[in-house]
């Protein structure tokens, strides 16, 4: 009897605040698959960009190690050449995409802070694939905005990533929606919000996690009943929601 509430109390010690970047309920197994499949195959300049963040006091933000992978594979999957990302930080996801797509592609990258953006600058540099991105500083959606009225970027778009204020995903997909092609991908990153979308009311939660909490339930819910695409979310990091637009 004790083993058994032994091991619930550290499951739920271990996963009760955003921070650990697996769902899985097991930290060796999580060990395993990243020692096991994701180091050894990960890009040098991916290696150092992530040891670098993991010094930074926001390293909470970052995109974890197996994500970059699924990132990197899944646009080579698609054969991406033009893609966006909302929310940078260093830059860990934005070089798994830089790093996936061909020599002319592109990646129109936005984020709030810059000076976070600069701090990976140097290393995305050295690994030959700062060309292919466009960054600019600055709130998404007007940028969003002006492209859609411009009229010339509706389903321009291959594969669009975002990770950024949780509290404008809805209004996010409202305009990615309109951005992205028909057959291409939009990844919305932590929609398992480290498994407090099936926490009581009451768990204990930092108050970030419980502010954005109910805008992520609400953004998946929109997306599993929207017509336009189809999705298949994944306990991947922190989790991450796959819609492939249909029509």
Known sequence: MAESGESKE??????????????LQ????YQYIL????????????????????????NIMTTSADE???????????NAKNTMEIGVYTGYSLLAT???????????????????YELGLPIIKKAGV??????????????????????????????????ADKDNYL????RLIELV?????????????????VAPPDAPMRKYVRYYRDFVLELNKALAVDPRIEICMLPVGDGITVCRRIS
């Not at 411009?150 to 990533?161: L, N, P, R, S």
């Open 10 to 23: 550290n499951q739920a010690g271990r996963h009760q605040e955003v921070g650990h970047k697996s769902l």
């Open 26 to 29: 097991s930290d060796a197994l």
């Open 35 to 58: 020692e096991t499949s994701v180091y050894p195959r990960e890009p040098e300049a991916m290696k150092e960009l992530r040891e670098l963040t993991a010094n930074h006091p926001w």
């Open 68 to 78: 970059g992978q699924f990132l990197n594979m899944l646009l080579k999957l698609i």
């Open 98 to 116: 830089a790093l996936a797509i061909p020599d002319d592609g592109k990646i129109l990258a936005m984020d709030i802070n810059k000076e976070n």
């Open 130 to 163: 700062a060309h292919k991105i466009d960054f600019r500083e600055g709130p998404a959606l007007p940028v969003l905005d002006q492209m859609i009225e411009d009229g010339k970027f509706h389903g321009t778009y291959d594969f669009i990533f975002v990770d």
């Open 171 to 174: 209004n996010y997909h409202k």
């Open 181 to 197: 092609k028909v057959g291409g991908v939009i990844g919305y990153d932590n929609t398992l919000w480290n498994g407090s979308v």
